[in-house]
């Protein structure tokens, strides 16, 4: 595969966030974990504020529309390793053409093993542990339309699956769903007030994937994620700030709000700083080009 330009992302430091301030207000379990982290270590970095910009292949999760932005061949590799030993991995690419938008394909997986179980009679581990482990495919699209607005959708694949588990062996749910995403860059004016800002829109789960464990199937809650972005130019060398915030809302879960922050000097590296419902994230990278 010839691919023309490559992203490399380090993230130096994330502060634990990565538990999830959900996790503890009762809301735990309402939604994909993917909803949850996120897809990517940039978008973490800026406290999960990348609705309106999406200019990398995790733009499958965040904004689809924000693919057709994306100028040549890209790929993204991630991997972390979150609390008790989970492992959370994506691997995107993204794909543009002259003239029929941009089309791309990612894949991410959490998962676990080694879990103790528990007797509910007397709630002790009994010795035996079991492994739970969930993988989400996409293939995407972006289209730049007329009027400074640009279009996408995401198809999307889920698979969750408890294994090993004593009584019930494995416990597999596989659904498919549907997201629908739009992105707003006015071009109407030069004036510095009225240029480089974006505003986004993402409707996940508009088809939600049905998830069924058991005898009764787990929907996907819709979501609705909304972005407002404002770039700050530097005169001279092309450095630049991303100034990011992002509001999510389904009907099982609160109002989230995110808030972030990216500096690029001169293309070579960024600086990145975000919030993420209390908790406060910060991040780093260098982009290396072909």
Known sequence: MNIKYFRMILLLL?????????DGDGQ??????????????????????FVAKADDPTAVFWNPAGLDFIYQQSVTLF????????MYDFLGYVYPTLDLGTFALGIARIGTGDILRTDITNYAYDGSTFAFE??????????????DLAVGASLKVERSAFTDIVEY???????VGFDLAVI???????????????????????FSPQLKHGETPDALPMTLKAGLMRTIRFAGGGDAINILLDFDASSQTDLGIHFG??????????????YNGGSVAFGAGVEYKT
């Open 14 to 22: 994330m502060i634990p966030l990565l538990s999830s301030a959900q």
């Open 28 to 49: 735990a379990g309402t939604r994909s974990p993917f909803a949850d982290f996120g897809f990517g270590a940039r978008a973490m970095g800026m406290g999960d504020a």
């Open 79 to 86: 991997h972390a390793s979150l609390y008790a030993e989970t």
């Open 134 to 147: 969930t993988y989400r495919a996409y293939l995407s699209y972006g289209l730049r339309i007329p009027w």
């Open 169 to 175: 062996g494995d416990a597999i749910g596989v659904g």
């Open 184 to 206: 707003y860059r006015p071009q109407f004016s030069t004036s510095p007030w009225l240029r480089d800002w974006s505003v986004g829109f993402n409707i996940q789960n508009l």
């Open 261 to 274: 922050s990216e500096y690029s000097f001169r293309q070579l590296g960024t600086v990145r700083l975000g």
